[in-house]
């Protein structure tokens, strides 16, 4: 079965600093979703990349899927204190379910 | 206009019990999922409603786990004699047609069983 390792596991920066979050696949990728999750929160739909070496932006988070769409990376620049939460990866596992990394808990520091 | 939503959002029960947690999905949005997020892991994939066809319940970690779709609005996930290592949040999302469609997440229902 597909799993999905995500590192680090946590991360604590500075406002105003960059950062990146990896998402390692067991298996190739056939779609990528990026979620953000805030305590008690649900999940809220960032960016979803399919084809290799795609990359997306909104604002100032960056995702990208390598060319053997095997690994992705979420890149954040210029941290604010707004995007301190829980970043997960899912992959399209086959079957429309989703598998997920376990996450990574990001704290922005004022 | 509306996003999923999910009832009750806390839920506290007694070892042993039953419990129904309910997902009311976009609308319009034919597929609906279900996960399970135990503290400080990530989400683990339960059943899966698509339109008219028999569910995917691979996920489902026992047969004390259940769930209904009425048609393509409201499901309910049933927990029969929930035991402590039921407490999790539990996460319904739907997404217009499945498959690689884009799932959009509700805020989940937090349940606690002492």
């Known amino acids: 079965s597909q799993e999905l390792e995500q590192s680090p596991q946590s991360l604590i920066v500075q406002e105003g600093k960059n950062l990146t979050i990896n998402c390692t696949s067991s298996?190739?990728?056939?779609?990528l979703y990026w979620y953000k999750q805030k305590y008690g929160e649900g999940l809220i739909f960032l960016m979803m990349l399919q084809k290799g070496g795609e990359e997306k932006s909104h604002e100032k988070i960056t995702a990208k899927l390598d060319e053997k769409k095997q690994q992705s990376s979420l890149h954040i620049t210029a941290s604010q204190p707004s995007h301190a939460g829980i970043y997960l990866c899912?992959?399209?596992?086959?079957?429309?379910?989703?598998?997920f990394g376990q996450g990574t808990e990001l704290s922005v520091k004022p | 206009g509306a996003g999923v939503s999910q009832s009750p959002s806390n839920k506290v029960t007694e070892k042993g019990k039953d419990v129904e947690l309910r997902c009311d999905p976009i609308?319009?949005?034919?597929?609906l999922y279900w996960y399970r997020q135990r503290l400080g892991q990530g989400l683990e994939f339960l059943i899966y409603f698509q339109g008219n066809s028999a569910p995917d319940k691979s996920g489902l970690p026992s047969d004390r786990f259940s769930a209904e779709r009425t048609g393509e609005s409201v499901s309910t996930l049933t927990i029969q004699r929930t035991q402590q290592e039921d407490s999790a949040v539990y996460l319904c999302?739907?997404?217009?047609?499945?498959?690689?469609?884009?799932?959009?997440f509700g805020p989940g229902t937090r349940l606690t069983v002492l």
């Open positions: 609308s319009g949005h034919t597929a």
């Open positions: 899912g992959a399209d596992a086959r079957g429309g379910k989703l598998i």
């Open positions: 298996k190739t990728l056939y779609g």
């Open positions: 999302a739907s997404s217009p047609w499945g498959a690689t469609d884009t799932q959009y």
